[in-house]
């Protein structure tokens, strides 16, 4: 691979796995990495199990790809958490690279809607939900669903997904919606 190619590294960091994938800036992928979990930093040994998990996805995939670091020139990282601890990692990794780190809630919602308006719900060992309108602006997120009944989780996920939906940002609070629920019954 010649150097300055412009590649570009993705990472998706999550609870099971970490994956790495090498491509050009046209999409055509040249090499993937995988490794173990990137998550539960603040438990004994996190950190280290973080770093690890980033330098051997990346690694595996700098090689299956036939190239190193230093042909790096962008890195966008979609993290299950670990945001702050991951950015000062990335960086020893990829000196040279632009690099982003997000939570996997932003790199999900940009892949599955090509970087347009729209609502992901991740419902895996954790749930949230993200939204962006269509002026850009993204009014935050429901998480934390804990101790609420089933029907409840679904009518607000519901009335704030709808929300979305229409382009238009809904009154209030995703979590100030019991009034909204009563207005609009049939909607749930």
Same mark, same amino acid.
């Given at each position: 691979?010649?150097?300055?190619?412009?590649?570009?590294?993705a990472?998706?960091?999550?609870?099971?796995?970490?994956?790495?994938?090498?491509? !050009?800036?046209?999409?055509? +992928?040249?090499?993937?990495g995988?490794?173990?979990?990137?998550?539960? /930093? @603040?438990? *004994?040994?996190?950190? =280290?199990?973080?770093?690890?998990?980033?330098?051997?996805s +990346?690694?595996?995939?700098?090689?299956a790809?036939?190239?190193?670091?230093?042909?790096?020139?962008?890195?966008c990282?979609? %993290?299950?958490?670990?945001? /702050?601890?991951?950015s000062? +990692? /990335?960086?020893?990794?990829l *000196?040279?690279?632009?690099i982003r780190v @997000?939570?996997d %809630?932003?790199t999900?919602?940009?892949?599955?809607?090509?970087?347009?308006?729209?609502?992901?719900?991740?419902?895996?060992?954790?749930?949230?939900?993200?939204?962006?309108?269509?002026?850009?602006?993204? *009014?935050?997120?429901?998480r934390?669903?804990?101790?609420? *009944?089933?029907?409840?989780?679904?009518?607000?996920?519901?009335?704030? =997904?709808?929300g979305?939906?229409?382009?238009?940002?809904?009154s209030?609070?995703?979590?100030?919606?019991?009034s909204?629920?009563?207005? @609009?019954?049939? !909607?749930?």
């Amino acid at each position: 691979m010649p150097r300055n190619s412009r590649l570009i590294l993705a990472v998706d960091g999550g609870q099971s796995s970490t994956l790495s994938m090498v491509a !050009t800036s046209d999409g055509t +992928i040249l090499g993937t990495g995988l490794a173990g979990p990137s998550n539960h /930093v @603040h438990q *004994p040994g996190g950190l =280290a199990r973080l770093d690890n998990a980033l330098r051997q996805s +990346i690694s595996a995939a700098l090689q299956a790809a036939g190239c190193t670091a230093d042909d790096v020139s962008h890195a966008c990282l979609g %993290m299950t958490g670990a945001v /702050v601890e991951t950015s000062t +990692i /990335v960086p020893q990794i990829l *000196p040279g690279a632009h690099i982003r780190v @997000h939570h996997d %809630m932003v790199t999900a919602l940009a892949g599955a809607s090509l970087a347009q308006s729209g609502v992901v719900v991740i419902a895996g060992t954790g749930s949230i939900g993200y939204r962006v309108w269509p002026s850009g602006r993204w *009014p935050g997120c429901p998480r934390g669903w804990l101790g609420i *009944p089933d029907r409840r989780r679904r009518q607000r996920l519901r009335y704030w =997904a709808l929300g979305a939906s229409s382009g238009k940002p809904s009154s209030g609070s995703a979590w100030r919606t019991d009034s909204a629920y009563r207005k @609009h019954p049939g !909607t749930f």
